[in-house]
């Protein structure tokens, strides 16, 4: 057995109010093991944004236990990289500056790196995500699917322990998704920060996570976590096309049938 010291993200009891008496997130129990990566899907309301936006501090209050590897995951030691579900973009920054601030604020003295140095991290990081023109525009000059990839290539621009993405892909077309998938999924493994990916999209989850918590409605009951690995195991482009993925889409349609 694993020591607490390198068990990864472990959630226990977890309970949020936002207001006395009325629960925006009902129980969750969970391990997350470091670098590994498991979505959650669930109906509206059923707090998904509650759960990322606990763990990344943005709260002011929960109830339970938050650790990484044995920690609380609000140390200093923990880099959370947060992809908020309206991107979280400054708009009267450049898309550059958006994510230059971003690693300023993750590693404060900048490492060694110069200017130069920096700019060629971030054209890296906006090149992985097909959006390099796009440096020196805007956020508000962009379409909501451009600014999903802004939001993307700066949350992985600080080389996050933790990585928590809230429907990341939803102002994409289907298309687009496809092939964002592929490249989340290369960036993943190049740099597997420990993450939670939100989406409401069944598909997405099969394809994506390890594990897929499902979330139920009306915050009374615990999730249900569903084992993926026989999915993730798979070559990204075979998954889609195989058995593995039908069973598991038609046991989530199932739970979604009965409970949500
Ligand atoms: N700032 C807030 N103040 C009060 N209640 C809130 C706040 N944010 C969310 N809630 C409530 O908490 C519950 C969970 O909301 P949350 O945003 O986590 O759901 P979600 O699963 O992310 O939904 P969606 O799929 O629509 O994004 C909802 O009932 C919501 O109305
Ligand atoms: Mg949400």
């Not at 057995?1 to 009325?22: D, E, F, T, W």
């Not at 550059?96 to 604020?105: H, L, Q, V």
């Not at 592929?182 to 394809?207: G, K, R």
């Amino acid at each position: 057995m694993s020591s607490s010291k390198n068990s990864g993200l472990r959630i226990n009891n977890l309970h949020v109010a936002y207001q006395k008496g009325q629960l925006a997130l009902g129980e969750m129990n969970l391990t997350l093991p470091e670098h590994g990566i498991y979505t959650v899907i669930g109906p509206s309301g059923s707090g998904k944004s509650t759960l990322l936006r606990a763990i990344a501090g943005l709260l002011p209050g929960y109830e339970g236990e938050l650790l990484f590897n044995g920690r609380s995951v609000h140390d200093k030691e923990t880099l959370i990289g947060l992809v908020p579900q309206n991107y979280g973009l400054l708009p009267w920054k450049t898309v550059r500056d958006n994510i230059r601030i971003a690693m300023k604020i993750a590693r404060p003295g900048g490492g060694s790196s110069n200017r130069q140095e920096q700019d060629g991290k971030i054209l890296h990081w906006l090149e992985s995500m097909g959006i390099a023109q796009l440096a020196g525009r805007f956020p508000l000059s962009l379409s909501g699917g451009q600014q999903q990839r802004v939001a993307i290539a700066r949350a992985f621009a600080i080389l996050p322990t933790i990585l928590l993405l809230d429907e990341p892909f939803s102002a994409l077309d289907a298309l687009t998704r496809e092939g964002l998938q592929q490249i989340f999924i290369d960036n993943w493994q190049a740099h597997p920060a420990t993450t939670l990916f939100v989406t409401h999209d069944v598909e997405e989850a099969i394809l994506l996570g390890q594990k897929i918590i499902v979330m139920l409605p009306g915050q009374q009951e615990p999730p249900e976590i569903l084992d993926n690995s026989a999915v993730f195991a798979m070559k990204h482009g075979d998954k889609r096309e195989s058995d593995e993925y039908f069973e598991q889409s038609k046991r989530i349609r199932k739970v979604m049938m009965e409970k949500w």
